[in-house]
Every structure is written in structure tokens, then in C-alpha cells.
């Protein structure tokens, strides 16, 4: 390989997280009222939350379910095929569901959110198109534009689907802000690894108050 292919080579690995990277950071504009609501609504709920989505959706909903759980608001994944087999039968009506999809139109995943609203479980969408399917049936629809130089050929939910992680991460430190949660309690459930093998945790977060939830403007 000569200098010229090798250069080539790391500007193209460069600029795909160059572009990653900018869809990520145009997550800050967008996080508003929207997210102020769901907020509350996580706050407020007495069961846990429920995290869904198919295909690499299902990966960060898999992803952020395990860090809503560290970070103290007690959550799990669950395969949309696997709920539609049997497995929605461990969501409650005091849970809230967040449905995860790019393009809000996954068969599998909307006819599970169709379902859980059926038992009462509230459901929130993130998604880049909040006209789709998913987005008129969730109760709360939180619509992030996309950012197609980030998801190769506009197909492939690279960039999208950090998008929606970093808006998920933010939810979680938020609400672990508000609950108080120390990084005691952390520590005490993350024993395993370098974690747990840190003999100094740092100073607790800031507390952080969080409005009640409105169902009035819920979908405002």
C-alpha cells in the first residue's frame, strides 16, 4: 500500500467520525420541552421502564436499558419479536415503554407498542420521522431529525442511532441527578470489573429538580 492509499485510507475513517460526531452534537438543540416531559414522566412513574427496538435500534435500546438500570432508574430490553411470542406479558400498565426507531415504520415493534397501550402502558417514541406509524401511536413522540451524511447511503443507522443513544444518556444522568443517586449505590451494584475495584468514588452529582409530568400536554 503506498502513502497515497494509506492516507486515503484514514481521512475516509476520519471523516466517518467527523460526521458521527455532528450528528451526536445536533443532538443539543433538540434536547427541549420534549425531553423536559419525559422526563417527569420517568420521574414520576412508579414501574420501570421498557426499552425497545428492531435491528440496531434494538442494540442501543439493549444498551441504554443497562445504563438507566446503573445509573438508578430501574429498566430492561425487550426484543420486540420475543414481546409479540409471550414476553409483553411483564409489561404493566405502570410502566413506560420507550420505542426506538429510525424510521418508525418496523411492523414487529409497532404492533408491540399497539399492544402495551392496550394493558395502559405509556409509550414514548424517539424517532427521525414522527409522521410515521410509530410516531402517531406513541403517546409522547420525540422526533430527532436526521443527519443522512452520517448513516451511510441514508441506510445504514450509524449516526442516527448515536443520535438517539446520546439523547438517551442524557435522560439517564438527568433522572440519576434528580433520584440523588450516589455513586455508592453505583458502585454497590457494578462489583464486577474495574468498577468495581475502585477504592475512591468521586463527589455525588448536583442535585437537580425535575417539573411534574402533565398528561394534558403530554403530546403538545
Known amino acids: 500500500m503506498n502513502d497515497f492509499t ?3 485510507v484514514i481521512e475516509a475513517g476520519r471523516q466517518q467520525v467527523r460526521v458521527e460526531a455532528e450528528a451526536v452534537l445536533d443532538v443539543v438543540d433538540q434536547i427541549d ?13 412508579t414501574g420501570k421502564v421498557v426499552l425497545t427496538g428492531s435491528g440496531t435500534s434494538g442494540f ?6 443497562h445504563l ?22 411483564a409489561v404493566e400498565a405502570d410502566d413506560v415503554m420507550i420505542a426506538l426507531s429510525k424510521g418508525g415504520s418496523s411492523t414487529e415493534l409497532n404492533d408491540l ?7 395502559g402502558t405509556t409509550v414514548v417514541a424517539i424517532t427521525s420521522n414522527g409522521e410515521s406509524p410509530l410516531g402517531r ?28 443513544s446520546s439523547w438517551l ?29 475502585l477504592a475512591s468514588l468521586p463527589s455525588d452529582l448536583e442535585a437537580l429538580e425535575i417539573p411534574p409530568y402533565s398528561a394534558e400536554t403530554a403530546g403538545a
Open 60 to 65: 442501543i435500546a439493549r444498551r441504554s436499558a
Open 169 to 197: 444518556d442524557a435522560m439517564a444522568m438527568v433522572l440519576m441527578r434528580a433520584r440523588a443517586v450516589s455513586w455508592e449505590r453505583v458502585h454497590f451494584t457494578h462489583p464486577g470489573g474495574a468498577v468495581g475495584l
Open 68 to 89: 438507566f438500570s446503573v445509573s438508578g432508574t430501574p429498566a430492561f430490553f425487550l426484543n420486540p419479536g420475543d414481546g409479540l411470542h409471550g414476553s409483553m406479558g
Open 6 to 8: 494509506r492516507s486515503a
Open 33 to 45: 420541552e420534549r425531553f423536559e416531559r419525559v422526563a417527569g414522566l420517568l420521574h414520576s412513574m
Open 137 to 164: 401511536l406513541a403517546d409522547i413522540t420525540v422526533e430527532l431529525r436526521n443527519y443522512p451524511a452520517a448513516d451511510p447511503g441514508n441506510l445504514l443507522a450509524m449516526g442516527s442511532t448515536l443520535a438517539h
Open 113 to 119: 407498542v399497539a399492544r402495551v397501550q392496550a394493558v
